[in-house]
């Protein structure tokens, strides 16, 4: 029986020494520390971290990311479960007939275990009942024009029935929260700069979309989840909404490390939507998951080949690649106001998990979950070398920069994961 012991195990009711014993590649039992083989010794060791938000693009564009890339990626940073994306793939995952495509083409892949995220597009909702039963976790929809024309938005007629459907089934919707109402139609001014783009996606955008979600939420009783929450104007309608219905927000590393007056022109590998907001917007953030009105950390791992990535922020796909990194870049910031490494476990891994609906087998370290462990040493920092990523492309706007949290290894149902070995990862579904 694997044995796992640290100092530093963080555990459901805090962090202490222990001894994780591993039996059939779950938990079997926790018990208090003693030394012996699988000692760790300082080394943090933290729930696998559970990522709900990542587009890896496979099949059909496969150029950008894929599924061999996105796990290693993720494995490299401590994360043992994802979720991918209904789109940027081609088919994007709006059918059953999809889904089996998206199936088959993980397939031998997974260097971390996989779950897959429908979509609510218009004209599909006889297709959600469907999804679910083949095991599809949940639905992603968009307000506003996503970027892929096969993807389209929809609007409160379309989305309705949709909720309502979901409702039924108890399937989580993932919305985009942005609509297209507050945005200017032109925005004068340098495309190159980061200060045109900002202008061209405003807090109203995102605020509008949030209150029409939060409304719809209570009034269909379907499970909603705001992804990529980037505007703190709209913290409040969270607020307000969290104790009438089942509402729950994300927000992602970039948002809680960068900051709008610091992003230098031209630099596209920025590019995401909602974007990148104020300083005083990051740090309203960071009050909103301390408080628990955000609920969670995710990476939106969006990459693209680099050609897309012109210097000019109006025309560059909008996507920030990070997935290997969010550990650390959340970390790094979280340590800086003074939380730990269980406040990080419960934004990086039970929150997801229970958004996923994997509550009971991920997110803890728990007799009887799987045994995926992060292990990995807060206190030392490194610098980003772009050549290092195990993403596809290695275009990040984190390139150069130093973190705290190094990732010694990731352990998947017990088994640290290696690259040279086989893929081990399987299938999460519904």
């Not at 892929?148 to 989580?172: D, K, Q, S, T």
């Not at 913290?235 to 610091?262: D, I, Q, V, W």
């Not at 970390?331 to 891994?349: H, I, P, Q, V, Y």
Request: aromatic content about 8%.
């Amino acid at each position: 029986m694997p044995v796992f012991r640290s100092q530093r195990v963080v555990l459901p009711d805090g962090i202490r020494p222990a001894c994780v014993h591993v039996a059939d590649g779950k938990i079997a039992t926790i018990t208090g520390y003693q030394k012996g083989p699988g000692d760790y010794g300082e080394a943090t060791i933290m729930p696998g971290v559970v990522d709900t938000h990542v587009h890896v693009n496979e099949p059909g564009r496969t150029e950008w990311e894929g599924f061999r890339t996105a796990t290693e990626s993720a494995a490299a940073g401590g994360i043992t479960s994802i979720v991918d994306m209904p789109l940027n793939s081609v088919p994007v995952t709006t059918t059953l007939k999809a889904f089996e495509t998206k199936r088959e083409a993980a397939r031998g892949q997974l260097y971390v275990d996989v779950g897959y995220w429908g979509g609510v597009v218009p004209g599909n909702v006889g297709e959600l009942s469907k999804m679910v039963a083949a095991g599809v976790l949940g639905f992603k929809c968009f307000l506003i024009d996503s970027g892929i024309a096969e993807f389209g938005w929809v609007a409160e007629p379309e989305l309705r029935p949709a909720m309502e459907e979901l409702a039924r089934a108890g399937a989580p919707l993932l919305v985009h929260a942005e609509v297209a109402g507050p945005m200017p139609a032109h925005v004068e001014g340098d495309p190159s700069k980061y200060a045109t783009y900002l202008k061209s996606r405003p807090r109203a955008s995102e605020n509008e979309a949030v209150a029409l979600a939060a409304r719809l939420c209570a009034e269909t009783q379907a499970r909603t989840h705001i992804v990529h929450h980037s505007s703190s104007d709209a913290l409040e309608t969270l607020r307000e909404f969290k104790h009438k219905a089942p509402l729950t927000a994300e927000t992602c590393p970039h948002y809680l490390h960068f900051a709008a007056e610091e992003i230098p022109d031209g630099r596209t590998e920025f590019k995401c939507a909602p974007p990148i907001r104020e300083r005083d917007n990051r740090e309203a953030l960071w009050r909103a998951l301390e408080e628990g009105v955000l609920d969670m950390i995710a990476s939106d791992h969006s990459p693209c080949a680099p050609n897309l990535k012109s210097g000019d922020f109006e025309k560059a796909w909008g996507g920030v690649s990070g997935l290997q990194l969010a550990l650390p870049v959340a970390w790094t910031e979280a340590r800086k106001r003074g939380f730990s490494e269980s406040d990080l476990a419960r934004w990086m891994c039970a929150a997801p998990a229970r958004l996923a609906g994997l509550q009971n087998r991920k997110g803890s370290i728990a007799v009887g979950f799987d045994a995926d462990f992060c292990i990995w040493r807060p206190e030392r920092s490194f610098t980003v070398d772009p050549a290092k990523l195990h993403h596809r492309h290695k275009l990040t706007p984190y390139a150069g920069q130093e973190f705290f949290g190094v990732v010694d290894a990731a352990v998947l149902r017990g088994e640290i994961v290696r690259f040279d070995d086989p893929p081990r990862g399987r299938e999460l579904l519904r």
